[in-house]
């Protein structure tokens, strides 16, 4: 569909009224459009006013019209000034066609950057363009941050649905979405200040462009710069966000404090006459067990974990948790440097030269709570005892007394002095963690083009572009360090309470930790295209385009030894990742308009393949193939549909991945109490490692994120992917400016390119409680006799987990239907006496999700994730199945007033095994609307002054209360609470976590 946000006529008496009063609305494309709108259309190198002859994004054949058989949705720069965007992430995630993909708001997880999830699929499956070229991508994920792109230099964005890869290549399996950059003629200079209601999260840029036309028009040139600087705001400055809320997944009521690790220290021992012992499980398994007689010693006793309140003074635990909340980012701050330019000239006889250049230095900082250790090490008594009371130490050295009896007993091997115990400490004496990125990224482009006959003119450019990330770490610790502090190998450290650890402790524990990226792209391409011949019938001539292109890629990540070797505990550690690949591509066009009368009856079809040549030797060479046609039997009806197989090669990281840490959120069926009703599931629990009696006991997996290892695949083949759209397009002659576009989409993704089984979470799924044959592939990461994944007591640990390699196994499947309806007509009354009529202007965008289905595992075709409408563990993100975002704009000469309405439905929680009803949590995620008003005015001809505020009402996640016990007395209905949440109790990508949020901004053009 051809949906674009165009710009309403804005005509005062004697003044040109500035590009930034524009008010985006919706306008079916059509041959009458302006030379101005076909200017932005075309991108950098249209003529102004020159022709209608365009190229739209799908496609690289120069055309006539603007009618499309794909769905295009065109937002206009308007958009981004009326909403006082600054970021594009600001305005591309409202559009309903978008999930939020890495935003603002992600700090854990997060890595500094904005991306975009085109319907829902992944940020690797739609392909971003500038200027109807690739962009720099900015890690071994080869993605795209929407950070480097400058947004007040945008002078539209097309987004693409379908499958477009037999025109643009590899990535574009949902879509592809085209930020197209203007031409400046003279200077524009500008400014735009925001800041929330409370008073936090001030964010400001300032920038200026300075263009001019040369020799006598043969040339024209355009140079930019900008800065921005966003602010940062912490969870504990919003009160929905201040406290840490879980306890569901562990079949606990939902409670403040959602962390296991505390300040004060926490010890566990699992030995006793239950048999979970670490030393018999681990030396000598086959040789019969001599327990104690006693199930636990001292504090032990009656609960298998102490804390210590005290110093060097433990006592039994009772459910003690930490808040770590506040400590975290809301809102990460983020300072950017962009310069660049962009500039033509005709060489002679219609050739030109064109170039492009782009810099952007970006710098994102992330922080978290204090580093929370958790693992198995061994206590030396002799050692550490001596901070210890009397008592508490007395505890151990009868655990030890008693370790020692058994090992003997078996004939274990027997470490006299040392007890090994399970231990939590989240270390607030090294402060917080805190990261910084800092993105050095350039992109250089340089081509010609130019007539080759009177109907066929070429096209060839070369662009480079390569980034540099830089990461710092700081507040992490040395595991090896923290090991050696407690085991008599270096000077003490002190764990055994709140404070403990002395400064001269904290040197001597902590590492910082560095890594880099790098990461390049090339692109040698060359079209043909032009008109030849047609049907007699009245259509235009048929088009053809053909090319060539020649693609390359590589990425590294290099992270330093501590990181390399997961000596590090705090920030994921991770083995270094490189490779690169090239491609080598054909492909063609065609536009075949077959007949065209003056009554509006109108036929045209259109074709695109592309064969691509991989250096991989799995993937080698692949065909990408479209089809599609428009139907206009009236001049008010048009109907299209179009066919497109699209094809995506792995990724750097996909294939080249070192061996790095992640700590998902999953659910361990063998600690799930509802596991002891399968005797198969059970055993299986058993094999793998856990112990009999701690099958099905939440207390073995107390956490919600999961730790394992995930790495490359070398063997791994193209993603390929079958989309259909098909739609009409309603342009009623009896209501002169409305226009109603509605398209069905659907799109088939095969041979996903996933973690094995579709990630821990499902595989933990298809081992334990599907196919539970420790043989299968699914099972092998679990029963690695080379790689526990379990510890002693069946845990899934830092120190012991199981590693899982990126597949080709799951299967993608989205569908839905896109509304778009706008209108504009003039109104009979004026504000501001305006010499023309004043103008209502509406529009409304929305999208209807039939399905968002992911299977995990083809060869298990019934374990579906149904994902429209859902959210949580598995579906991740929510999917509403409605969600639109409308405009309504009065235009009165010099002034616009504009109201944004954005709409996200109701959600549910995903089948991931746990009500959280039953505890307090939330299933439903009631419908939310925000609600937008923005100003613009022209004080002169030169000078636009804007103004607006965004979530108008203040629209929050509600704030809890509590029972003295801790436990949420109420859990407001907007709130996502508890362990069923990305981060701050809410998915705040999708959600506003700010508040009411007020902007003003500026711009002059002289």
């Not at 559009?95 to 699929?121: C, E, K, M, Y």
């Not at 030995?271 to 000598?284: E, K, Y």
């Not at 994944?789 to 196994?809: D, E, H, K």
Request: proline share 5%.
């Amino acid at each position: 569909m051809s949906n674009r946000f165009n710009k309403a006529a804005l005509l005062a008496s004697g003044a040109i009224v500035a590009v930034a009063l524009a008010t985006p609305t919706f306008a079916q494309d059509s041959d009458d459009a302006t030379d101005q709108e076909t200017a932005i259309q075309t991108g950098a190198g249209a003529e102004e006013g020159a022709t209608n002859r365009v190229t739209i994004t799908g496609s690289r054949i120069v055309r006539n019209d603007l009618d499309s058989a794909a769905p295009v949705a065109v937002v206009q720069d308007e958009e981004f000034k009326l909403s006082g965007a600054v970021n594009a992430e600001q305005v591309i995630n409202t559009l309903p066609q978008v999930v939020p993909g890495t935003t603002a708001f992600s700090n854990n997880p997060g890595n500094g950057t904005a991306t975009l999830d085109l319907r829902g699929i992944g940020t690797n499956r739609n392909l971003v363009l500038v200027n109807g070229r690739r962009y720099m991508f900015y890690d071994v994920e080869q993605v795209v941050d929407l950070n480097t792109i400058p947004t007040f230099l945008v002078g539209s964005v097309d987004v693409v649905t379908g499958g477009a890869s037999a025109v643009y290549g590899s990535d574009a399996l949902a879509g592809v979405t085209n930020f197209k950059l203007r031409y400046v003629n003279g200077i524009e200079a500008g400014g735009q200040y925001s800041i929330t209601e409370r008073g936090d999260g001030a964010r400001y840029n300032v920038f200026t462009a300075l263009g001019a036309e040369f020799d006598d028009g043969r040339g024209r040139a355009t140079v930019y710069g900008e800065y921005y600087n966003r602010g940062g705001v912490f969870q504990g400055d919003r009160a929905f966000s201040n406290f840490a809320l879980g306890g569901e997944s562990s079949g606990a009521d939902l409670q403040q404090f959602g962390s296991s690790t505390l300040p004060n220290g926490v010890l566990r021992y699992f030995g006793g006459a239950n048999g979970t012992g670490p030393q018999r499980l681990r030396d000598n398994p086959n040789t019969p067990a001599v327990e104690p007689t006693d199930n636990g010693i001292g504090a032990f006793a009656a609960n298998n974990a102490v804390v210590f309140d005290t110093p060097g003074t433990f006592r039994a635990r009772a459910g003690d948790l930490y808040n770590y909340a506040p400590a975290n980012y809301l809102m990460i701050p983020q300072e950017r440097y962009l310069i660049g330019g962009h500039a033509e000239y005709d060489i002679g006889s219609g050739h030109t030269v064109y170039t492009e250049f782009s810099y952007a230095n970006n710098r994102v900082a992330q922080e978290l709570a204090a580093t929370p250790v958790t693992g198995d090490f061994n206590v030396n008594l002799d050692a550490v005892g001596g901070f210890l009371d009397a008592a508490s130490l007395a505890n151990l050295q009868a655990i030890d007394a008693a370790e020692t009896v058994r090992n003997t007993a078996n004939g274990d091997a027997d470490d006299p002095g040392v007890v090994n115990l399970f231990l939590q400490r989240r270390t607030i004496e090294t402060g917080s963690r805190n990261t910084l990125d800092e993105r050095n990224a350039f992109r250089i482009l340089t081509g010609i083009n130019g007539p080759i006959s009177e109907t066929f003119n070429y096209d060839l450019y070369y662009q480079y572009a390569r980034t540099r990330n830089a990461n710092v770490q700081a507040g992490n610790i040395s595991r090896s360090a923290f090991q050696a502090g407690l085991d008599g190998t270096a000077d003490p450290i002190n764990p055994f309470g709140p404070g403990t650890l002395t400064p001269s402790m904290v040197d001597q524990i902590s590492i910082l930790a560095q890594n880099g990226d790098v990461s390049a792209l090339q692109v040698l391409s060359g079209v043909v295209s032009g008109t030849f011949g047609n049907f007699g019938l009245g259509a235009g001539d048929i088009g053809i385009a053909i090319g060539a292109e020649y693609r390359k890629v590589s990425a590294e990540f290099i992270p330093d030894t501590a990181l390399s070797s997961g000596d590090v505990i705090g920030f994921n550690a991770g083995q270094a990742t490189a490779g690169d690949y090239d491609v080598k591509e054909v492909f063609a066009e065609l536009n075949v308009p077959i007949i065209e009368t003056d009554a509006g009856l109108r036929f045209e079809l259109t074709g695109a393949a592309r064969y691509s040549d991989y250096s991989l030797a799995n993937v080698g060479g692949v065909w990408a193939y479209a089809g599609g046609a428009t139907f206009t039997p009236i001049r008010d009806v048009t109907f299209r549909g179009q066919y497109q197989r699209a094809v995506r090669a792995p990724n750097i990281a996909e294939l080249f991945q070192g061996q790095a840490i992640g700590f998902p959120g999953a659910v361990d069926p063998c600690a799930d109490p509802a596991v002891l009703g399968d005797a198969a599931a059970v055993a299986l629990c058993v094999a793998s490692g856990v112990p009999a009696g701690n099958v099905g006991s939440p207390g073995i997996q107390l956490d919600t994120q999961i730790p394992a290892n995930f790495a490359g695949n070398g063997n791994l083949e193209e993603e390929v992917s079958d989309s259909w759209t098909a739609g009409v397009v309603l342009t009623p002659s009896f209501l002169p400016g409305f226009n109603i576009t509605v398209d069905w989409y659907n799109i088939k993704v095969d041979n996903v390119i996933d973690t094995l089984g579709g990630g821990l979470n499902n595989t933990l799924n298809l081992c334990y409680n599907v196919i539970q044959d420790q043989t299968s592939p699914f099972c092998q990461p679990f029963f690695d006799p080379n790689r526990p994944a379990r510890n002693a007591n069946g845990s899934i640990t830092s120190s012991n987990n199981p590693l899982l390699l990126n597949a080709n196994g799951a299967l993608l499947e989205v569908e839905g239907v896109d509304f778009q309806m706008d209108y504009g007509t003039p109104v009979p009354f004026s504000i501001f006496n305006s010499a023309e009529d004043a103008r209502l202007n509406l529009f409304f965008l929305g999208t209807y999700t039939i399905k968002n289905n992911f299977t995990p595992e083809r060869l298990f075709p019934d374990e579906i994730n149904e994902c429209a409408g859902a959210f949580g563990n598995t579906c991740l993100e929510p999917t509403p199945e409605w969600k639109w975002t409308s405009r309504a704009s009065y235009v009165d000469g010099p002034a616009t007033i504009s109201l944004r309405w954005r709409h996200l439905g109701s959600v549910k929680d995903d089948d991931d095994g746990i009500n959280y009803a039953e505890f307090g949590g939330l299933e439903t995620i009631e419908a939310v609307d925000y609600f937008d008003l923005s100003f613009a005015f022209d004080i002169t001809q030169s000078f636009t002054l804007s103004m607006g505020v965004n979530n108008l009402f203040d629209k929050l996640p509600g704030t809890p209360t509590f029972n003295a016990d801790g436990t949420v007395a109420n859990a407001p209905q907007g709130l996502l609470l508890g362990d069923n949440q990305e981060q701050a109790n809410t998915w705040p990508g999708t959600y506003d976590v700010l508040g009411r949020d007020f902007f003003v901004s500026a711009r002059i053009q002289f």
